[in-house]
């Protein structure tokens, strides 16, 4: 089984695309897939779609065998996103990166730490990661590797914020957007009305960071109809259907996080002068908006480009956390296959023995003799199998656990499963020295 990552973001295609394709995957089914997988998770956020999973393949695979399992898992998603999102099957595959094993957890660990965000170091994205995992857990769709890899992508993430002063900065997507709407909108935050589109987690911290900046006259929108449970939790004002026309006339500030299949036209956006934020993937607002006399139309393309490079010392600080973090995780994911290699070992040499004992009481009875000659065998099974443990940690520190597991295929036909780990905290300690 082998650990994988599909990325499309910002940073290699179109922010039109990244939305069909995040609509595609919304309906992503690995029921549906043509080849089987042991888990998906889908993290999609305002400039970014990426498909993390595991391939169904018992057994530990070689570098190549990895490589050339994920790209029969890859082919398949985007069989299925080309039909789920409508665009064609070149299109897809060339909008996607594609990762397995190590490089996995170094790109999740960079993103979740906020460094290939549009605003370097926001802290967002984390908690984005982890709504990923937990939904994922809670569809059944999350296997124990790809728990472990997110967890250790939270937990980095928050290194980052604690030792570097990027957690401290307060960028964010929202607040850049904010920014930009400060310097061409009237009045003041204390003086301006926002109308918010949305009830999702974006929309929680567009409401929160609007009180930040002073604005105490917000009202929100739902297509769903979720508003008025979302503005109770938040001491804000939810507005129905009937009463969108006059809010969308009388705010200052619109801000669209809703991500709705149907945009508002230019003809629904009452005359007057405001500043409109369209920060939803899939755009709350028509393109022609802009052109509307008086309103200034701010997208996340626009976020993107005003967004600073911040490629300074706490940058580099948090690249290194990353690169460490990385490396810990690369050692405890080796050692667990290394100690699944040597429970296979371990299994197949016990087999053994424990068929030649059944010959041996079978001869001597269960008398003394088959008592001595059992303690014996075993003794010596034991000295046999510490050599071999003891090289399978050492090959594992050197990052050539792959060399002694393709050696227990060829001498001894032994193919190691992953699941076999659970049980090696069962080797007796004069075994696993």
Known sequence: MTIFSLVASHQTVDLSTVAHLANGASSLDASELDVETRGLVVLSTCNRLEIYGETAQDSVATDQKAEQDVA????????????????????VESSFDVFFNDAVAHHLFTVASGLESAVVGEREITGQVRRAITAAQEEGKA???????????????????????LGARGRSVVSVALDLADDVAEK????????????????????AALRDRGCQNITVYSFTGRAA????????KAIDGAS??????????????????????????????????????????APEVADLPDTELITLESVRLAAPEEMDSS??????????????????????????????????????????????????????????VEFAMRRMVKSLLHTPTVRARSLAQEGRESEYIAGLEALYGIEVSQSQEKVVRDIPQADAS
Not at 261 to 285: M, Q, Y
Not at 336 to 341: F, K, L, P, S, W
Request: hydrophobic content about 45%; some cysteine.
């Open 229 to 236: 449970t979302f503005a109770h939790k938040r001491g804000v």
């Open 188 to 207: 003041t935050w204390k003086d301006r009305s926002a109308l918010v589109f949305g009830t999702g987690a974006y929309a929680g911290a567009t409401v």
């Open 244 to 285: 969108l026309p006059q809010a969308l006339a009388s705010a200052d500030v619109i801000i669209g996080c809703s991500g709705s299949s149907d945009p508002l036209s230019a003809d629904e956006i009452p005359a007057g002068k405001r500043v409109i934020l369209d920060l939803a993937l899939t755009r709350d607002f």
């Open 143 to 165: 296997s124990g590797n790809l728990v472990r890899l997110f967890d250790n992508a939270a937990n980095t993430a928050r290194r980052v914020g604690q030792q570097t002063l």
């Open 315 to 372: 940058v580099q600080l948090a690249h290194t956390i990353v690169d460490n973090a990385v490396e810990e995780f690369r050692i405890k994911q080796k050692a667990r296959t290394v100690d699944a290699a040597i429970v296979a070992l371990r299994e197949h040499t016990m087999s053994i023995l424990d068929s030649e004992l059944e010959k041996v009481r079978g001869h001597f009875g269960c008398g003394g003799a088959a008592d001595q």
């Open 72 to 91: 029969e898992v890859a082919t398949a998603i985007f069989e299925e996103l080309s039909a789920l999102s409508s665009l064609d099957y070149s299109t």
